[in-house]
């Protein structure tokens, strides 16, 4: 995102790659679409070793509508006051735009950064963050705790323009638990765990239906798209998944729903969200769940209290733990008041960190700040 500043608050402009999130920019600001922009991945997980090397070869293909569109936002915008980089994967368009533009630089951090400091590409994304931005926000303390601790970073959560009045279950242990996954079907997202999962449980006499909202992203084409199939790396296991329910005759209990932008209707279906993702962090329909006082099952090791509270707002369990995302079903199965309860705690605990407008007021003041600083000058 490029701010320019006017007297009368802020004129936005938006560059990004095209897709379904350009008419939505296109409702506060002029927006810049290109076909893709390249991106550097230091992820936890999703750092490149090995064969996911090859990601880079789409990186590069990227890497001359990064520029264009950075040249094209130099054209019609003539100078920004600030560039907000939405996280801190996108430093290569960041590079192309600190030449053209003197602004400052405010870097979103939304994802965890690998923090291996034998790395040099760790100790070069910190010196980035801690030298090139004039301020670095961190959307929860998990993130936080993922780059250099030296850094000057500024915690401003997520957050949901809605609310959602509490929905008790009222039922007993002996009926289905319903289960919620929400997001892509990839093997990092842990879908293929929930399946095994839901076998142990079935063999065990406990009865859960799973809903899934989401689907297999789409597949891309081309080049780079083949040699990413080729080494393994892509990630969609829908297919798999599939086999899995039909091997253990899980059929009557999975429900596929499709992708939703009603997540009302979505939170309302369910008891509890289920993140088993292999990244080891609580994601948005954790969030999600907790504005409409569900409680959400977590992969995620020593969960930071601003997302999850164990045995308060939901339960933690070891990432790739299929036994232990089995006990974590259990428990709720078999302890529906306790089930209520930390509903009721995630939706406090949502109302606290995670309000909209506050967390957006917060950005806007930094932006003010940074602005009038520059003014003083």
Known sequence: MLCGAQLDGFELAFLTQRGTVVPYFEKFGEVIAVRGLSQ????????????????????????PYSLIGVLRAKIRLKRVDVIHLNDFVG????????????????????????????????????????KKAVSVICIDETVRRTIDKNINAKIIHNGLNFSAKPVTTGASSSTALKVGFVGNLLRQKGILDLAEAAAHLKAMGKPCEFFIYGDAIKKSSGLVSVLLQAAGLRQDVKQELIALIKKSSLESNFHFMGFSNDLRKVYESIDVVCFPSHLDAPGRPVLEAACFSKPAIVAVTNPTPDTLIHGVTGLAFESRSVNGLVDAILTLHQDRGLLERMGSAAKSLANEKYDQRVNSMRVLALYESLILKEDLK
Request: no cysteine; charged share 20%; glycine share 4%.
């Open 40 to 63: 550097f991945d230091h992820g936890k997980y999703s750092f490149y070793r090995g064969l996911r090397w090859l990601i880079l070869l789409r990186e590069i293909f990227y890497l």
């Open 91 to 130: 430093l290569i368009p960041l590079f192309f735009a600190s030449i053209l533009f003197d602004a400052k630089v405010v870097i979103h951090v939304r994802s965890l950064v690998n923090h291996d400091a034998s790395l040099y590409r760790t100790r070069f994304i910190n010196k980035v963050l801690g």
